[in-house]
């Protein structure tokens, strides 16, 4: 009787202890995340500052396309395509 009960007792103990871990595991995590979304809120805000600014300058190349170079650097308007380069056929014998 008294062996069981201090096997129960042992497996009571080991259960808190795992439990007392994963509890501390879930606050680590869940606080990790509300700093990440926080983070993830502040790109977003940052990234349509950015898609604003490029829709105004793509708007302004309209009027002023000495702007276009700037914008073709950055990928935002297509630049002038680039002559393919001359193919030249293998000598044959």
Not at 7 to 12: E, H
Not at 51 to 71: Q, R, T
């Amino acid at each position: 009787m008294n062996n069981s009960i201090s096997r129960y007792n042992t497996v009571l103990m080991i259960s808190l202890a795992v439990v007392a871990i994963l509890c501390a595991q879930y606050y680590f995590k869940t606080r990790e995340l509300r700093n990440l979304q926080g983070l993830a809120t502040g790109y977003q805000q940052k990234e349509a500052m950015v898609n604003m600014l490029v829709s105004d300058c793509m708007e302004y190349s309209k009027s002023n396309p000495a702007i276009d170079p700037i914008l073709v650097s950055i990928n935002a308007k297509p630049g002038k395509a680039a002559a393919p380069a001359p193919t030249t056929k293998p000598v044959t014998k």
